[in-house]
């Protein structure tokens, strides 16, 4: 019978990780970088693991999401994060690497491995006989993505994504907003933040004058969904968004309407993050902090994730991927990395070694099993392979993907003892059964 054959197309930070895990456990890998006979126009260096928009990992500290999560990664032995550690440049808490010499040593190791075949060339074809793990990021070429689209559809693959901010339910002052559903003033759905006149223009006076980020190759055909940026839209009128997405309608029934409402929908089934409705936004970080906090009730809010707005291929993992990120359409086909929907450098190595255990499992006829969703690694991928909301959007690790504690302490007590709580748990997982 005919060994199973493992080709990982993309050799970024999840298709390094995938290959150095699968290859230290003796399978025989073959890995396709298309990378130096062609480039994406985000990629400039030759080698694996190019870290494009950054050089830093984000924070270290084990009470912060990211640090929480790159200690998690170093107890299942994450090959990269071992070697992020090892290009170290000074930055404080946060782990900043020389970006050059962190891709040349992950370049190293996986050209020196015996059991990987490094491929320099590009992949738009895939067969039902193989086992491939598809981890070419959100840049992913346009012969392959087609191949994605046949295999899952069209309405499933996104290209621009279109994303409004989340914060964080115990940073919003409670007493300047109240829950109700419009129209439904029993219902609990939404907090709304209701905005007076002169409130309101001051708002869109501020938004309307923001600094935008520059979006490169920015196309608002190909947005998915149609969606349309809050500044974008206000500029259209002073009224625009008073008749739009912050209409008042439908809350006559308490007193005196407002002139306008900014409505913010639970983003997860614990209702610790809440949705910006309608706040799709290309506005600089800077500004979204200055201009949203002046949204009543929002004046100290905790961002979780900013709104963004780029060009970024991805699938629509919760409807079309199986529990061990394989297509449910096509089982020996797997993904990993940001096309599936993770946001950011650590959480794209972690969905490489996870997809890679995934893989191994399956091989050797076992269960494969996510982290427990009290750690950082479950609750990031729980949220990937598990959310029911009508508009799947990529996602970073945050303390909000977490259950809650059972008891209510301080933030920053809170966030450590998430830590001591994921931590104990990441040292009795047993991805595979």
């Keep these: 019978m005919k060994s199973p054959s493992i080709n990982i197309i993309g050799g970024g930070l999840a298709g390094s990780e995938a290959a150095l895990q699968l290859a230290h456990r003796g399978i025989n890998v073959r890995l396709f970088e298309m990378k130096p006979r062609k480039f994406s126009p985000a990629h400039k260096i030759p080698g ?87 981890a070419t990021g959100p840049l992913t070429g346009e012969s392959l ?15 621009f994504d279109a994303i409004s901010p989340i914060v964080a339910a115990d940073s919003i002052d409670y007493s300047r907003c109240f829950f109700a559903n419009r129209r439904d003033p029993d219902g609990k759905d939404y907090i709304n933040a209701p905005m007076a006149q002169e409130e309101y223009d001051l708002f869109i006076h501020e938004l309307t004058h923001a600094e935008e980020a520059q979006v490169k190759d920015f196309d608002s055909k190909k947005l998915f969904s149609g969606c349309m940026p809050i500044e974008d839209m206000a500029k259209r009128g002073p009224k625009t968004l008073a008749f739009g997405p912050l209409r008042p309608v439908g809350f006559e029934s308490y007193g005196k309407r407002p002139y306008a409402i900014v409505q913010l929908r639970r983003e997860d089934n614990a209702a610790k993050m809440y949705n910006l409705v309608g706040f799709q936004t290309r506005l600089k970080i800077g500004e979204q902090e200055r201009v949203f906090r002046m949204i009543p009730g929002l004046e100290k809010c905790e961002f979780l994730r900013y709104g963004s707005m780029h060009r970024n291929n991805f699938i629509n993992s919760p409807k079309v991927l199986q529990y061990d990120f394989s297509l449910k359409t096509q089982r020996n086909i797997f993904f990993a990395g940001q096309i599936i929907g993770v946001e950011g450098y650590t959480e ?86």
Excluded: W
């Design 48 to 134: 694996c693991a190019e870290l494009v928009c950054s050089n830093t990992f984000k924070s270290t500290l084990r009470d912060r999401a990211h640090g929480l999560l790159k200690e998690e990664l170093q107890k299942l032995g994450s090959y990269l994060i071992k070697i992020a550690y090892e290009t170290r440049v000074p930055a404080g808490d946060s782990l900043a690497v020389d970006r050059v010499l962190f891709s040349e040593k992950v370049t190293e190791e996986i050209s020196k491995n015996p059991r990987i075949e490094f491929i320099r060339e590009e992949v738009s074809t895939l067969n039902d006989e193989d086992f491939f793990i598809i």
């Design 348 to 433: 794209s190595i972690a969905s490489g070694l996870l997809t890679a255990q995934s893989v191994l499992a399956r091989m050797e006829g076992k269960t494969f099993i996510l982290p427990h969703e009290t750690t950082m690694l479950g609750g990031v991928f729980k949220y990937i392979l598990e959310y029911t909301g009508k508009n799947f959007q990529p996602m970073n690790a945050n303390f909000g993907l977490l259950p809650h504690l059972e008891k209510k302490i301080g933030k920053s007590d809170r966030y450590a003892a998430y830590a001591e709580r994921a931590l104990k748990k990441i040292d009795t997982t047993m991805l595979i059964l």
């Design 145 to 159: 993505f087609k191949k994605i689209q046949q295999l899952i559809g069209d309405e499933d693959c996104y290209f």
